[in-house]
């Protein structure tokens, strides 16, 4: 979601050019990715089933349960089935051709909040096959005439595992973003007690310490995947930990280990976020462990704890109730 050059606004045919939907690169707002790119969708004019489309290289996602879309908009709608959507992501493929027989598969947008980055979690369970599996349409396909402003940071797909994702997103925000005598710097993760490699220079991260978030209530299931005929599908209920890292700086000598560690400090969020799968979990400096878990003073490490959450079954999907009656029988008592 960098370029504007891959996408195509279409009117409803979905060949001819659309003059209702405008499509802007955006290099200067910041984004939950880090790069401070997107790019910025706009209507333009009556756009109902106007679309946003472009090709990819094919992508197998059979292994991927799911896609993580982080955008922003500057027109929430809310998340309930009867919510007022505006924008519906749509995929396809070269066998499966997005609206094709047999290839229905869409998915309305929630905005929560307007003008707020949101990750939202689109399942992947039920999309066809031969889509699945070659992967290389997408499209944004306007499902109501409302005036929008839209920014899309990244589609990603996803995979979760507790706690392998934040294990992977440390080493994806620390590897190779610094270099030393024009090399650039790798990270790597260890094993809690697992033995420390010579590699020098390199940034390595130790998990030491896994625990409940005892001051956070667990998550009740939220809504999501939402259709046009109101089926949506209810995520599992979610419980919080804090995990626990020492991140090292290692290095031959004083010199690059200090430059190493001028990287962490601005790399590291002494109280922010950390992404994970678009998703960003709240991460902060906590002091150095004693006890047990203490390290050698003469290591040069930071103490980071990410608290995130782990589902406890797979979500469900929930169909929408059109009416409810009730039998009453005249005899029964008034009391009962």
């Known amino acids: 979601m960098q370029s504007t050059?891959?996408?195509?606004?279409?009117?409803?045919?979905?060949?001819?050019?659309?003059?209702?939907?405008?499509?802007?690169?955006?290099?200067?707002?910041?984004?939950?990715?880090?790069?401070?790119?997107?790019?910025?969708?706009?209507?333009?004019?009556?756009?109902?089933?106007?679309?946003?489309?472009?090709?990819?290289?094919?992508?197998?996602?059979?292994?991927?349960?799911?896609?993580?879309?982080?955008?922003?908009?500057?027109?929430?709608?809310?998340?309930?089935?009867?919510?007022?959507?505006?924008?519906?992501?749509?995929?396809?493929?070269?066998?499966?051709?997005?609206?094709?027989?047999?290839?229905?598969?869409?998915?309305?947008?929630?905005?929560?909040?307007?003008?707020?980055?949101?990750a939202q979690r689109l399942s992947l369970v039920d999309l066809p096959g031969p889509v699945r599996g070659a992967l290389d349409q997408i499209e944004l396909r306007c499902v109501?005439?409302?005036?929008?402003?839209?920014r899309i940071d990244q589609l990603v797909a996803a995979r979760r595992r507790f706690p392998g994702d934040v294990d992977e997103a440390l080493v994806a925000l620390l590897d190779q973003r610094v270099t030393i005598a024009g090399a650039p710097v790798p990270a790597a993760i260890i094993p809690a007690g697992g033995a420390l490699p010579e590699t020098v220079p390199l940034i390595l991260i130790q998990p030491y310490d896994l625990r409940p978030a005892w001051t956070r209530d667990a998550a009740a299931g939220t809504p999501g995947n939402f259709m046009?005929?109101?089926?949506?599908?209810?995520?599992?209920?979610?419980?919080?930990?804090?995990?626990?890292?020492?991140?090292?700086?290692?290095?031959?000598d004083r010199t690059d280990q200090a430059l190493l560690v001028d990287f962490l400090l601005g790399a590291l969020p002494r109280q922010g976020t950390l992404l994970v799968n678009g998703e960003p979990l709240r991460a902060e400096w906590i002091t150095a462990p004693g006890g047990e878990r203490c390290f050698p003073i003469e290591r040069q490490l930071i103490f980071l704890r990410v608290t995130c959450w782990?589902?406890?079954?797979?979500?469900?999907?929930?169909?929408?109730?059109?009416?409810?009656?009730t039998r009453i029988d005249p005899r029964e008592p008034a009391d009962g």
């Open 310 to 325: 782990r589902e406890r079954r797979s979500p469900i999907t929930v169909a929408p109730v059109k009416s409810v009656s």
């Open 144 to 150: 109501a005439d409302t005036p929008f402003a839209a």
């Open 5 to 118: 050059a891959p996408w195509a606004a279409l009117s409803p045919d979905g060949v001819t050019p659309s003059a209702a939907l405008s499509l802007a690169a955006d290099a200067s707002t910041p984004t939950p990715s880090g790069d401070a790119r997107s790019i910025v969708a706009t209507r333009a004019g009556p756009a109902l089933n106007h679309r946003l489309r472009r090709s990819i290289p094919p992508v197998d996602l059979a292994t991927w349960p799911e896609l993580r879309l982080t955008m922003q908009a500057d027109v929430a709608t809310g998340s309930r089935p009867e919510s007022p959507f505006y924008l519906e992501l749509r995929l396809g493929s070269a066998a499966a051709p997005i609206g094709a027989p047999g290839n229905d598969w869409h998915r309305r947008l929630a905005i929560e909040r307007a003008d707020a980055w949101e």
């Open 228 to 252: 046009a005929d109101g089926t949506m599908r209810l995520a599992a209920a979610s419980d919080p930990f804090e995990l626990d890292y020492a991140i090292e700086a290692r290095a031959a």
